[in-house]
């Protein structure tokens, strides 16, 4: 069965930083891209970031570039999104999100974990 | 960047109604599609991918068609189970998602 699982989410003061994981199982982790996904508050779904199989391709979101960074170790079956200069904005539930191919591009997303909150205020 | 426009954004339903949402792209996405399910605290599920290719699992209520810039998700018959918000997502160039139909009960 596959599983994933978010963690590092919490309040934070803006300007600072964070690091989410994402704890993945069930599946052949290196074989497939993985990607970020956030929703705010009652709001819709926000693409935030994705990488490839080997790390070779990675992109973001124009609203996180410069201040977000995706990286995945492949060895321990991790993703991670080091997040810094958080902003109100930022606030949102981070889904980690499975790839169908192991290029980023086209893959669509077939498994989702359950999220982990960011909550960026003073 | 590809924008993702969906209508309506609200549907009233009821159940054994069949329903269609539609999803715009602002370019050519040839059928690089998918449409997702998401429920009340529930990460969003996927339920047809490549426009119109059915998910393993997803009751066959659930259908997609379209190509290029013209998209359309149909429940034959909508099921309590239904209820919930439908998300388009266009997979052609980087990610960008519609901003979500609620599906409500009449």
């Known amino acids: 069965e596959v599983q994933l699982v978010e963690s590092g989410g919490g309040l934070v003061q803006p300007g600072r930083s964070l690091r989410l994981s994402c704890a993945a199982s069930g599946f052949t982790f290196d074989d497939y891209a993985m990607h970020w996904v956030r929703q705010s508050p009652g709001k819709g779904l926000e693409w935030v970031s994705g990488i490839s199989w080997n790390s070779g391709f990675i992109g973001y979101a124009d609203s996180v570039k410069g201040r977000f960074t995706i990286s995945r170790d492949n060895s321990n079956n991790s993703l991670f999104l080091q997040m810094n200069s958080l902003r109100g904005e930022d606030t949102a539930l981070y889904y980690c999100?499975?790839?169908?191919?192991?290029?980023?591009?086209?893959?669509?997303?077939?498994?989702w974990g359950q999220g982990t909150l960011v909550t960026v205020s003073s | 960047d590809i924008q993702m426009t969906q209508s309506p954004s609200t549907l009233s339903a009821s159940v054994g109604d069949r329903v269609t949402i539609t999803c715009r792209a602002s370019q050519s996405i040839s059928s690089w599609l998918a449409w997702y399910q998401q429920k009340p605290g529930k990460a969003p599920k996927l339920l047809i991918y490549k426009a119109s290719s059915l998910e393993s699992g997803v009751p066959s209520r659930f259908s997609g068609s379209g190509s290029g810039t013209e998209f359309s998700l149909t429940i034959s018959s909508l099921q309590p189970d239904d209820f919930a918000t439908y998300y388009c997502?266009?997979?052609?160039?980087?990610?960008?998602f519609g901003q979500g139909t609620k599906v409500e009960i009449k």
């Open positions: 999100a499975k790839s169908t191919w192991p290029a980023a591009i086209p893959g669509y997303f077939d498994y």
């Open positions: 997502q266009q997979y052609n160039s980087y990610w960008t």
